[in-house]
């Protein structure tokens, strides 16, 4: 039996049909299954093993840097999210609202969360006084409802899960490094866990978060050339701190605003983790988020003396590593296409004649390498591995966005790239929001972000001629 | 200055207004505070930490015997949860329906989770096929929503936390088995880590769980002598598994249905753990569950040195607790009295005369009892100290339970009990829910379970005098 023969049900080719190699990958890695409740995904046991472990890294890295977990109500008054006009404008359209409670009508209908700072506003409000309460860190893990009108499972679903950061500080200054900081932490942990990079850099007006100053984001390149909006961090400035009353003493007995942000990061990561790094043969997961790094598969397991050298190797592995061994009576051929569907960054071999000689072959996912090793060194070959996958394919991932970063300077070169060459394309621009308009109506696209990394491509807007302001990366996007 | 002294502004004493001194505790220990939201709490740092350290043990319990953790959608539509017929009627008069997306009336009405066997069930019944996919051992944390008309922090809200277990089985003995092993599940974590000893037994059919064939329950005796529920685990044999149609083939290719349980614990927790340990200057936490295990508080830490030493006993004894290191500019006296409305298990004090001594002063929370240790041997003491607390803690609550708990042969001295001695009153039952409403109706009590360690106190039933069936513990509740 070909060891590569597939054995499980092929996926539509990504290069045949994207969107539906998509949701080919969600469904038969068992990522995510859908139910009766249109737009809202159930996320299965491998699909939520990921989000933990993406919750555990972003938990420690938040706790490390004084932020506390709460918990706030999942429902919000009307006349409470009615308090900050450009808040309610923004999400008040894609609301579920709650009118009943039993058989009794409300008096006042409250909405299904859509993202909680006025509920975080209405706390501060209540519990800051002194200069000696800022600042506060606060987070929470929870999940939040937009009424989205077409759906994709991770990318845009009516209800998702997320992390969402509230933080109040004394000064301007304050809440701009607290808000640059997360939106640091959010680019470390994407390249560094997801092994996936991403710009960063400020939002323009049009494209920020109703009621923000200002909203910095990390943008991603996924396989297809389309950017991603992976993570986003906001600083409000006083504007809610206004609108809510959240005033302390300073030091000179004198009432002073707080300056607030908020920063979020959600399930949606997980769509970026498969559409940058997955195949033709399914998932392809980093290992620092993988649920399973290593699976062990026994050949010819019915042989005297495999299963229990497999279980042994199991045993040694897994103070190395997350490991399973699959021991189930399917074909080898058929767990090791299992194993790639799933994304499991290594697999070992094990059959009878590899016991003979006292070795084992290492399987990558992500290249398919063999690499037989002497059993003696198993662990440490292993732990190499895991690391040398990590670093491939952030390197692979890296690549792929240079090679789908353009540069414009005229609008006919512009127009000429968004039209044939999906991937990122830079372009200055001279901060009019006519511009911005002008360019998703001719080409399609959309500012992801405005780089803290500028170059100076040319004086000019792409758009219209006039002196341009700043440098621009531009994409179609999810 | 009396270190004994009062500095943060007393509470209302338990043995007063019960009620009050436990609002007073959840204020003043900063695990709640109340929003605009009707009946919802805001889970503040402090008691969301607790809620942390609940998860953490437990998940860890459900992970090493098989569970996964899932996530469902957090709407059911209204003709799924009308799908079984018990079910719906014990939870539609107490959810909230939600009746419009954004600006659109919904074709059919969403209700928020009040628990979700019916999406569960949806679920299941897709993805099973064989008795090769089962069991099915799904866990999922969130939270729900039940719309209560008298509501109190942790205890009854509309909306809490919990988790909430679903399983399928091939065989009726399985389930039961399952069922059974959460209970002890539950029962042992809450003696062991809360230091709460439970009652286990089960409910009688007017208090299961509405749809299920069975429903065990944890039951616990609070300081004001009523009882709480503390966690309950079903089994619904295949009485889910009809009305959503999940079968599998058996290994004789014949389709059967499965075998469900679901089980759950909530914040109500956080509720059980203040009232059973806490005292008139606050909480008192269990060291195992605690956020903070051990605050060292320096005197007069303006002395040089102090505060650097202070300091160096942080960080030594951070390697064997939770610890945390008061420098604030605060009066000690200000300290001692936050640290025990906070429940800290220990207090260290460290000053000027114990550096010179090589000393330090180790306080139990629990009993005040103050032991001086040479600071050679400081992490051994506490370590001891939290050990000696978390049991002390524990014995103490039995014995509560115990000088609690009576028993009544005759109807006149079941009243006499109910109306005088708050507690739980074991008395035997004849099976009859009339004896059951009786009960309720002449002494304001409901059966809390029929526990599995029975004893024959007569032969009669308590209330009708007939044959009696089983002994049951009654008792008020929360």
């Not at 046991?45 to 999942?74: C, F, S």
């Not at 808040?87 to 009508?105: I, R």
């Not at 910095?216 to 050339?225: A, Q």
């Not at 195949?279 to 397991?301: K, Y």
Request: some cysteine; hydrophobic content about 35%; overall charge negative.
């Amino acid at each position: 039996m070909a060891k590569g023969k597939k054995f499980v049900e092929a996926i539509t080719s990504m290069d045949e049909d994207f969107a539906k190699w998509y949701t080919d990958i969600v469904k038969k890695a068992e990522l995510v299954d859908y139910s009766s409740v249109k737009g809202c995904m159930i996320i299965r046991p491998y699909g939520y093993a990921i989000w933990e472990n993406i919750q555990k890294n972003l938990d420690e890295r938040l706790k490390a840097t004084g932020h506390e977990n709460v918990y706030m109500p999942m429902f919000i008054p009307e006349s409470l999210l009615n308090k900050e006009k450009d808040h309610v404008e923004g999400f008040a359209p894609e609301v579920a609202w709650v009118t009943h409670g039993g058989s009794e009508e409300l008096a006042e209908r409250l909405c299904v969360r859509p993202t909680s700072e006025t509920l975080f506003c209405e706390h501060f409000a209540k519990i800051v006084q002194s200069h000696n309460d800022l600042p506060k860190l606060y987070n929470q893990w929870c999940s939040v409802v937009r009424w989205e009108k077409t759906t994709r499972p991770f990318l845009r679903s009516t209800e998702f899960l997320w992390q969402e950061g509230h933080t109040i500080h004394a000064t301007a200054e304050e809440s701009e490094k607290e808000t640059i900081s997360i939106l640091n932490m959010y680019a470390d942990f994407c390249e560094n866990v997801l092994a996936m990079p991403v710009v960063k850099g400020r939002k323009t007006d049009k494209e920020k978060f109703a009621g923000a100053e200002a909203t910095y984001t990390i943008e991603s390149l996924m396989h297809d050339g389309k950017a991603l909006q992976s993570g986003t961090s906001h600083n409000f400035g006083d504007g809610f701190a206004k609108a809510f009353g959240i005033r302390y003493n300073d030091k000179n007995g004198q009432l002073q605003y707080v300056h607030e942000t908020s920063w979020g990061v959600t399930t949606r990561l997980i769509g970026a983790i498969i559409m940058v790094h997955g195949d033709d043969s399914g998932l392809v997961l980093p290992p620092r988020i993988a649920p399973t790094q290593v699976m062990i598969i026994p050949i010819a397991q019915h042989k005297e003396g495999v299963l229990e050298k497999a279980e042994e190797l199991r045993e040694r592995v897994s103070k190395v590593a997350r490991v399973k061994l699959d021991s189930s009576d399917k074909m080898p051929g058929w767990k090791f296409s299992e194993c790639e569907m799933k994304g499991i960054p290594v697999r070992v071999e094990i059959g009878p004649k590899d016991i003979e000689n006292n070795e084992a072959v290492i399987v990558r996912r992500d290249n398919r390498e063999k690499i037989v090793v002497s059993l003696d060194e198993l662990e440490t070959k292993i732990t190499e591995t895991l690391e040398i996958v990590q670093n491939a394919l952030l390197e692979k991932a890296k690549k792929h966005r240079e090679e789908k970063t353009y540069s414009a300077v005229t609008l006919e070169d512009f127009i000429e790239i968004a039209d044939n060459k999906p991937g990122f394309i830079k372009a200055m621009w001279c901060g009019d929001e006519a511009c911005e308009n002008k360019l998703k109506e001719v080409a399609g696209v959309s500012s992801r972000c405005m780089p803290f990394e500028q170059e100076k491509l040319s004086d000019k807007c792409v758009c219209c001629g006039k002196e341009a302001k700043t440098m621009v990366y531009w994409g179609k996007a999810y």
